[in-house]
């Protein structure tokens, strides 16, 4: 029986308990794409899945905020979220399934993993740039999208997707106005769902299924970058009018900029008897590894170039072969994976004092020790 202020289930082990089904969602969809999308049990189950691990996200945040965060938690929830966003999207970006472009998808990632190596810059000279509310929801945004698009080719032009669209539109209004009247609260989140979903009712009800399918994924990918644009537009500006550009900030930035896409062509151009897990798990791996890089650059600890440049580079030099020898496209997939998975290891342990707390709870228990009388020590 947990003590008395305690919870039952901490905000970390959801964020662990999100992570564990993310390889099903992918595989659901797969399984679902040689009997096409209308009505397809194994694509409904993908959406539920779906659904109910981007939910937990509300669950592990409620209770970070209730009970209190943590630097694992703080370090883990953000690479979930990113995670669970590449195991929903790669999928329907491989041309066996085709929902979306695979290009679509690499400029999204491109722009998580340039404006990651952009904040560890960032934190290692200590510049601070207050979080946009729009990149606060992105995420959010990016969840959604894929939720909605999925719904299309799903379920078809019939009128229950109708009413859904048109629920969801009129929903988060009436809650914002009843926030208002109890509360005198104004919640700007309700304004921020009800007006992303009003244009792809619009969309529907006037143009056909491919082409608001189509405007959904330009409209993610649009957020995705406008989200980051303060990171670029402000922060670069701040960077380079510092003078202290280093390499190890270069390979950063150059490994995030050639990764995403060389990912995505290695996911639609080499053979289809090349296994596609090593795209999911190098990008899983890299996007986990960024957030960690961050968490790091603010402690002053950043890996160094010739490391960090080792991992990347080595990965995107290995995907290029696969490109070019598509013979040995697998062997080259499963050598790129091998690389990351060592690599970003081996990041994990150097930090691993850092985001499992040890150093802060031995300060805490050095200055309580250095705080305590002599007569209570002996």
Not at 331 to 340: I, K, N, T
């Amino acid at each position: 029986m947990t003590s008395p202020g305690k919870p039952w289930i901490t905000a970390n082990q959801v964020t662990l308990a999100r992570l564990i089904p993310m390889p099903l969602l992918s595989w659901l969809i797969y399984r679902g794409a040689s009997e096409g999308f209308r009505n397809n049990p194994y694509m409904w189950s993908a959406l539920i899945a779906g659904t109910l691990i981007g939910c937990t996200d509300w669950v592990d945040g409620m209770l970070a905020r209730k009970y209190g965060p943590t630097v694992l938690g703080g370090l883990l929830d953000p690479i979930a979220d990113k995670v669970f966003i590449a195991f929903a999207y790669v999928p329907f970006a491989d041309d066996t399934v085709g929902l979306v472009p695979a290009w679509a998808c690499a400029l999204m990632f491109t722009r998580e993993l340039f404006i990651t190596a952009l904040r560890s810059a960032y934190e290692q000279r200590n510049l601070s740039l207050k979080t946009s509310y729009l990149a606060k929801v992105k995420t959010w945004t990016q969840m959604q999208g894929i939720g909605v698009m999925l719904l299309f080719p799903l379920v078809g032009p019939v009128a229950g997707l109708t009413w859904f669209l048109a629920i969801s539109t009129a929903l988060p209004l009436v809650v914002m106005a009843v926030i208002w009247i109890v509360k005198k609260k104004f919640f700007k989140g309700g304004l921020v769902m009800s007006g992303s979903v009003a244009p792809i009712l619009a969309l529907h009800l006037f143009t056909d299924e491919a082409l608001t399918v189509k405007w959904i994924l330009l409209a993610v990918v649009g957020i995705t970058w406008i989200s980051g644009l303060d990171y670029i537009a402000v922060g670069w500006k701040q960077l380079r009018g510092r003078g202290d550009f280093s390499k190890a900030d270069g390979v950063r930035l150059i490994g995030a900029l050639a990764l995403p896409g060389l990912l995505f062509a290695n996911l639609v151009v080499v053979p289809k008897w090349v296994p596609a897990w090593p795209v999911f798990a190098i990008l899983s791996l890299e996007l986990a590894v960024g957030g960690l890089d961050n968490l790091m650059s603010h402690h002053k600890r950043a890996t160094k170039a010739l490391a960090w440049g080792g991992r990347v580079l080595g990965v995107c030099v290995l995907l290029t072969g696969g490109l070019f020898l598509m013979d040995y496209a697998d062997l080259f997939l499963y050598g790129a994976f091998a690389v990351s998975l060592i690599g970003v290891s081996a990041e994990f342990w150097r930090g691993r004092d850092y985001f499992l707390d040890k150093r802060i709870r031995d300060r805490a228990l050095r200055e309580a020790a250095v705080h305590t009388p002599e007569s209570q020590l002996t």
